[in-house]
């Protein structure tokens, strides 16, 4: 029993650790709320998975962000989940100052 308390014990303090975190928006007005679900860097490159938390719909979007050159290229979006993201990759762009994409790139590359 007490090894069972133990491993239900690490299993919600991992699932805790691992928890969406909000990305702060730099502008009121959207209803949204966004969530950093997962990230990965390899060099100048950081992959991401958000999440739009909206007042009907909740939607996922995989990302790809430049942190040196302050560009984004979204791979994929999704309504139903993340694993229902079918790659659908754009072009590099610039972000819009005071858009998510430009409040989540300021939160994943810091600047």
Not at 15 to 26: E, G, K, W
Not at 71 to 83: D, F, N, T
């Amino acid at each position: 029993m007490q090894k069972l308390l133990i491993a239900i014990s690490c299993i919600i303090l991992s699932s805790l650790a691992f928890a969406d975190q909000q990305i702060p928006r730099s502008v009121s007005g959207d209803k949204g709320k966004y969530y950093l679900i997962k990230q990965t860097k390899s060099g100048d490159i950081v992959s991401t998975l958000h999440k739009r938390v909206g007042v009907d719909s909740i939607g996922y979007t995989s990302l790809q962000i430049n942190c040196k050159t302050g560009q984004m290229k979204e791979i994929g979006y999704s309504e139903v989940s993340p694993q229902a993201i079918k790659p659908n990759p754009t072009k590099w762009f610039d972000l819009v100052r005071g858009s998510s994409k430009y409040d989540l790139y300021k939160f994943v590359c810091k600047n």
